[in-house]
């Protein structure tokens, strides 16, 4: 595009992204910019008014909004999920899509482990009890709070086999752990002694450990319900770090309080912000965390950068990571 440079680009939610420790000098580069840290839905007209480009993290573009929006050639959404987005009425309007499909593996495979491994040995609890004085007061030179879990030996079942799961999977594997998958597509399977793929059900009765690392389409929403995690053993974990709808809040809730599984650890829930009212916040061993797997730094930057990059070549028309 020849015009590229003095197209208006706006930014309707760029807080979370960079909330001060990054900077937008690089997009700035590429056309007239306009960041706001938070956008509602009703103020997407009027801030997107004349803009060719617009970039969203967590701001719907329905296709209302889109057909009122002539000027708009392009989104860019600041995430891998882009559910966020009618892309069928945007391809309609001949507006390109992109998403940001690779920043985040290392930091959610981490965070996913930082989780499971504040199940297995509750470290801040404890840590919290030293400084309240309980361990200078024990009559013993050691104590715990929380049965203490090994995880070698055990097994991890992880629904989703890309970037991600497999990250987690490699790492699951170096703790001694055998793993298993469930993914649509079967191919390419690790040489981790004793991998297999398996179903849904079976991997729900057979793993220690069950992590979610897939994408949220309609025939998943709500797969980890009442009847899956009945299938699961007593002392099984339940990470999630993908998406909240792929769990029934409630059934989670229940299970964790009636002990049908031993814990869960969640960075996402099925609504964000949560209700106060969240059973989950409440529930039994259950561990929670503002959705932040994908927030280090390191992986914001490469999520910018990335963002920058589809920019400019949508601008320079090589358009990359369309959706």
Known sequence: MADGKRMKIVVLDGYALNPGDLSWDDL????????????????????????????TNKTPLSAATLRGLPDLRYIGVLATGYNIVDTAAARQGGVTVTNIPTYGTSSVAQFAFALLLELCHHVGLHGEAVRQGEWTRSADWSFWKTPL??????????????RIGRQTGAIAAAMGMRVIAHDAVKQNPPDYEGFR??????????????????????????MINRERLGRMKKNALLLNT????????????????EGVIAGAGLDVLSAEPPLASNPLLSARNCIVTPHIAW?????????????????????????????
Do not use: Y
């Open 28 to 55: 700035g580069r590429c056309g007239e910019v306009e960041v706001h840290d938070r956008t509602r839905e009703d103020q997407v007209l009027e801030r997107s008014a004349g803009a060719g480009l617009l970039l």
């Open 149 to 162: 879990i090994e995880l070698s030996g055990k097994t991890m079942g992880i629904v989703g086999f890309g």
């Open 197 to 222: 793929w398996a179903s849904l059900d079976e991997l729900a009765a057979e793993s220690d450990v069950v992590s979610l690392h897939c994408p949220l389409f309609a025939e998943n929403k709500g």
């Open 242 to 257: 993908s998406r909240g709808p792929l769990v029934v809040d409630q059934d989670l809730a229940d299970a964790l309080n």
């Open 295 to 323: 927030a280090t730094r390191e992986a914001r930057k490469r999520l910018l950068d990335l963002a920058v990059d589809n920019v400019r070549n949508f601008l320079a028309g090589r358009t990359q990571n369309a959706v």
